[in-house]
């Protein structure tokens, strides 16, 4: 590579390299929360969950391994005395897996609004808000673009990490990262639809049984 073209690769943080999602995270200015999994960690801006920001995780349905996958950065912000706020999950969590993820349930708030919409996408906005709660997840029936954008500016407030949950994808979305999952025999494969600082889009396979 030329000589002036890296030096200009590397001082310039508004330049950035389509190819190297960790160097462009740090152009975007991305704070990253590791996943725990290193093969993810490899294709996410900054090597890891986007900080402060919206994840949505698209599945067919629930229960085949998308809180496993959540599960190390759950325990990392719950040992950092932050409140997880789970809004309408489809199931009752089971507090003996949520301990056996190193989560203190003692600081887990399950919500049931009595208006499976509106009152999700309300719930989740006060909470992404709120500098008490670290991390909110949310199952939503559905969710529209200008609530994705409000729960953006919520979770940049609050410096809070959310997660929506849905079972369709849209085209497109404001979230800053995308993923869809599918079962695997041992785990999940992990396809990237939208990565926020990267114009390349991957896939990646998890190994859950290990866990």
Request: glycine share 8%; proline share 6%.
């Amino acid at each position: 590579m030329d000589e002036k073209l890296h030096k200009l690769l590397r001082n310039n943080p508004n330049v950035w390299r389509a190819g190297d999602a960790r160097d462009s995270g740090a152009a975007y200015g991305l704070e990253a929360i590791p996943t725990g999994f290193s093969q993810l960690d490899a294709v996410l801006p900054g090597g890891g969950w986007p900080a402060n920001a919206v994840v949505e995780i698209i599945a067919e349905q629930w229960g085949i391994g998308e809180l496993q996958l959540l599960a190390p950065v759950m325990s990392r912000l719950n040992q950092a005395q932050g409140w997880l706020v789970w809004v309408a999950p489809p199931y009752i969590p089971y507090p003996p897996a949520l301990q056996n993820m190193g989560i203190d349930t003692r600081r887990v708030i399950i919500l049931h609004p009595e208006h499976k919409n509106n009152d999700v996408i309300w719930s989740m906005e006060k909470t992404l808000r709120s500098a008490q709660c670290a991390m909110t997840l949310a199952w939503p029936q559905r969710v529209s673009h200008t609530a994705i954008r409000r729960l953006q500016l919520a979770a940049q407030s609050g410096q809070s990490f959310g997660v929506l949950f849905r079972n369709t994808a849209a085209k497109t979305s404001p979230a800053t990262l995308r993923l869809q999952l599918t079962a695997t025999h041992n785990g999940l494969k992990v396809h990237l639809l939208k990565i926020r600082g990267a114009c390349r889009t991957d896939s990646v396979s998890i190994n859950l049984a290990s866990l």
